[in-house]
């Protein structure tokens, strides 16, 4: 076992902060803080799994800077020691599931960088498997009751899978959507910025904007370094045509992280609905030399070309390449692709290609299940039959 598995931990460890950008500010802790956290942590764990109440998908983030909650491990420890003091008057076992639930957590306790740490120092399935050891414990408790009749012992354990399963239930609630469980997770952690962050994605799908606005404003705040929301941010005010309020996160964005692609590609938006041309055609040209492409960039700017109300910015010859760009590098079977390429067609007056482009695109996003986008292409799709164009603001 640890042979197998102690150069996978480490190898694990070495990914998640080599490539998964688990560095920086968030992680910078000293190693009284990794105590803090590690202690802390498996007493977390320990009453989860004995009082599993107001479970959330993800929990606030402990602050770890007082050197008074070194009393936690310091607990942890006593309660050890006095497992193995006491181990020939109460057996062994207590002290090995405890032994196998603190050994199974450590890679997880803090000692070693990992991603979500950035959000939470604790989450419910990495304890699954650490779980066994304490379970495996609890369930020769009822032999011990010895003066208490079988089916009176029967019953309180079917009583025990009874509750469980129904808080099993309830608690899958919060899976239907992505809705519901990032308005869970606010419920239960008003301060996720991850959350709000996520929540916002959701509503701009679903054409919600000014929600979206509002839950992008909130992890910025409580986030000052998360460039993902800032880049949103500025998309979502890009949408709603705040042109130089949306260049500013957008820069912002670019500021702190400077390789995150997704915030070039929306600067050159920017660009372009500011009649800069050359400039975003510049940040177009290195986006288009880098690997791999940003292809959600690419259709973005190749909708704004495509459809823009604007005579300066509108060139749906060159929607048209950049769109066949996308399609061809996703088979032509992305229907947000081929819906731009069906409104670059309808901008020259090439209706027949545009009502047949567009027909595909909303067989694919019936076969995705994005019924919302099958619905707005098919709007589309009338005009071109009737010889019209589209025009719109955002994409």
Not at 79 to 91: D, E, S, Y
Not at 229 to 256: M, T
């Amino acid at each position: 076992y640890f042979l197998v598995g102690l150069p996978i931990g480490l190898l694990t460890a070495w990914l998640e902060v080599h490539h998964v950008e688990a560095a920086g500010v968030s992680f910078d802790l000293e190693f009284y803080q990794r105590c803090i956290v590690a202690g802390r942590a498996i007493v977390f764990y320990f009453f989860k799994l004995v009082w599993p109440n107001d479970l959330t998908f993800i929990y606030p983030r402990w602050q770890v800077t007082s050197p008074w909650l070194l009393l936690v491990p310091a607990f942890v420890a006593l309660c050890l020691f006095t497992l193995w003091f006491l181990r020939k008057r109460i057996g062994k076992a207590p002290l090995a599931a405890a032994a196998f639930f603190v050994v199974t957590l450590g890679p997880i306790l803090g000692f070693f960088n990992g991603y979500a740490f950035q959000f939470s120092f604790v989450a419910d399935h990495w304890q699954y498997l650490s779980s066994l050891g304490v379970i495996a414990l609890a369930s020769a408790f009822p032999n011990l009751l010895s003066g208490v009749s079988r089916n009176v012992r029967s019953a309180a354990l079917g009583f025990i899978l009874v509750a469980l399963a129904l808080l099993t239930a309830r608690q899958s609630f919060i899976y239907t959507s992505k809705d519901t469980l990032w308005r869970d997770t606010l419920l239960k952690n008003p301060n996720c910025w991850l959350a709000h962050n996520n929540l916002g994605v959701d509503l701009i799908e679903r054409g919600v904007l000014r929600g979206a606005e509002e839950h992008y404003r909130a992890a910025v705040r409580l986030n000052p370094r998360y460039y993902e929301a800032e880049n949103n941010l500025g998309e979502a005010l890009l949408a709603r045509n705040q042109v130089e309020e949306a260049a500013r996160h957008i820069n912002r964005s670019i500021e702190i992280n400077p390789t995150y692609a997704a915030s070039h590609w929306n600067q050159a938006l920017v660009l372009a609905r500011q009649a800069r041309s050359d400039e975003a055609y510049e940040i177009v040209d290195q986006g288009l030399q880098q690997r791999p492409i940003y292809l959600a960039g690419v259709n973005a700017f190749a909708w704004l070309l495509a459809t823009s109300p604007d005579e300066r910015v509108r060139k749906p010859r060159g929607a048209e390449e950049l769109a066949h760009r996308c399609c061809e590098a996703t088979r032509y079977a992305n229907p947000r692709f081929l819906d731009t390429l069906a409104a670059a067609y309808a901008n020259q007056n090439q209706f027949g290609r545009a009502a047949e482009t567009a027909s595909q695109a909303i067989d694919h996003a019936a076969r995705l299940g994005e019924t919302t986008l099958a619905c707005e292409i098919t709007r589309r799709l009338e005009l071109y039959k009737t010889g019209k164009g589209y025009l719109a603001f955002r994409r």
